[in-house]
């Protein structure tokens, strides 16, 4: 079965970076976007962008860039996000979904919580 | 870009029809057939209930539906069943992603 395993939560200090992992199985990984959403505590859904497994080719919205990047391994068919000089609102869930460019995002992983605090 | 509109709420009986509304602009849900609905429950990762307006993924239930007129999309849940209570979102695609705020539904 598909599935998107994440790596753990993490506690940051503002001004750090943090680096999460999304390992996909179950399916051909080159053959779907890997997007990544985020969610502050109570707070809704907020996306952030995609990467294109198979061309490594990204986007990113526009209140993320030059702070976002994002990354693939095709060999361990693994996503990655990483986000610098974090600030205390950037505590949130971070998920990967898998899914076509357009959204329609049908499969998710657990998620990660990375907290930033002093 | 602002988040599409979504009812921070909405409430039903059991048995019951509901529709949640997510109200956008020209811009994305005017201009894209790439509309979907997602149901959080607490702690949990989000899950794809519809696509490309009206689509639904295998495995879900014909009680959940959606549609689209203008710049507005809404997803319909009949029959309502305690296990709807959940969280639910929209979004929409036109050259990027776009999540409503979310809506509760609460199941009375």
């Known amino acids: 079965q598909v599935q998107l395993v994440q790596s753990g939560a993490e506690v940051k200090k503002p001004g750090a970076s943090v680096k999460v992992s999304c390992k996909a199985s179950?399916?051909?990984?080159?053959?779907?976007?890997m997007h990544w959403v985020r969610q502050a505590p109570g707070q809704g859904l907020e996306w952030m962008g995609w990467?294109?497994?198979?061309?490594?080719?990204?986007d990113y919205t526009q209140k993320f860039q030059g702070r976002v990047t994002m990354t693939r391994d095709t060999s361990t068919s693994t996503a990655y996000m990483e986000l610098t000089r974090l600030r205390s609102d950037d505590t949130a869930v971070y998920y990967c979904a898998s899914g076509p460019i357009s959204g329609g995002l049908d499969y998710w992983g657990q998620g990660t919580l990375v907290t930033v605090s002093s | 870009q602002s988040a599409l509109t979504q009812p921070a709420s909405v409430s039903g009986s059991p048995g019951q029809s509901i529709t949640i509304s997510c109200t956008g602009t020209n811009n994305d849900i005017g201009s894209s057939n790439h509309v979907s609905w997602y149901q959080q429950h607490p702690d949990k990762a989000p899950k794809l209930l519809i696509y490309d307006v009206n689509k639904r993924p295998s495995g879900i239930s014909t009680r959940f539906s959606g549609s689209k007129s203008g710049n507005a999309a809404s997803l319909t849940i009949s029959g309502l069943q305690a296990e709807d209570e959940a969280d639910y979102f929209c979004c929409s695609y036109a050259g990027s992603v776009l999540f409503g705020g979310g809506t509760k539904l609460t199941v009375l």
């Open positions: 179950g399916y051909t990984f080159i053959a779907y976007y």
């Open positions: 990467i294109n497994p198979n061309s490594g080719g990204t």
